[in-house]
């Protein structure tokens, strides 16, 4: 099992930046590559970033290329999601997951899921 806990979430003007964390316990960090996906009220899951478990690789969704950048402590046992640029459509609760095989934009190939964070971003 690995428990995963998000944390810096909150509310922002838009332009503003925020960074979250997700702190992973249980088992080894390095051997899981983390996503961050997110859903607004009404709408699917989303995939928003993904770092493979050395960190050498990472993807982005189109919406936040070029704004947000996932990152990884792992003797910290920690991913980052830095988000800046915010923007009112990136309303929406948070959630790290953790995929013991090759990273994916697909939140079905994740096996474990934090309980989520809430970033509101007004206008």
């Known amino acids: 099992q690995v428990q995963l806990v998000e944390s810096g979430g909150g509310l922002v003007q838009a332009g503003f930046s925020l960074r979250l964390s997700c702190a992973a316990s249980?088992?080894?960090?390095?051997?899981?590559?983390m996503g961050w996906f997110r859903q607004a009220p009404g709408k699917e899951r989303e995939f928003v970033a993904a770092i493979s478990r050395s960190g050498s690789v990472r993807l982005y969704a189109d919406s936040v290329k070029g704004r947000f950048t996932t990152s990884r402590d792992n003797a910290k046992n920690t991913a980052y999601l830095q988000m800046n640029s915010l923007k009112p459509e990136d309303t929406a609760v948070y959630y790290c997951a953790a995929d013991k095989g090759i990273i994916s934009r697909t939140y079905r190939d994740y096996d474990y899921w934090g309980q989520g964070t809430q970033v509101t971003v007004s206008s």
């Open positions: 249980g088992r080894t960090f390095s051997d899981y590559g």
